[in-house]
Nanobody, 126 residues
Framework: QWQLVESGGGLAQPGGSLRLSCTAS????????IGWFRQVPGKEREGVLC????????KVADSVKGRFTASKDNAVNTVYLQMNSLKPEDAGVYYC???????????????????WGQGTQVTVSS
């Protein structure tokens, strides 16, 4: 059985930065498309961005364009979400995920049947 594990969440000040990690065990992330998502209480989970097998960043949410990006390090089987110029509205639980079906071809959406990590909490406050 394989899993995705997010880490790197915590408290950041408005305007600050955080880098989240999504580390996989049991699979090789080089072959998977990974999506980053976030959720706040009372709201649906929303997509933040997606990183393809080649490392291209796609499907970036309008709310984070120009501030968030992603990268991957195949040597350590990890995908990163770099969050800059953080705003209070960026707070929430952040998840990484990949589709159960055709995970190497398509970006996951919240509605897909995905493998999810357990999430990591991000708080943005002064």
């Amino acid at each position: 059985q394989w899993q995705l594990v997010e880490s790197g969440g915590g408290l950041a000040q408005p305007g600050g930065s955080l880098r989240l990690s999504c580390t996989a065990s049991g699979i090789t992330l080089d072959y998977y498309v990974i999506g980053w998502f976030r959720q706040v209480p009372g709201k649906e989970r929303e997509g933040v961005l997606c990183i393809t097998r080649s490392g291209s960043v796609t499907k970036v949410a309008d709310s984070v364009k120009g501030r968030f990006t992603a990268s991957k390090d195949n040597a350590v089987n990890t995908v990163y979400l770099q969050m800059n110029s953080l705003k209070p509205e960026d707070a929430g639980v952040y998840y990484c995920a990949t589709r159960r079906s055709l995970p190497g071809l398509y970006c996951p959406t919240p509605e897909d049947d995905n493998y999810w990590g357990q999430g990591t909490q991000v708080t943005v406050s002064s």
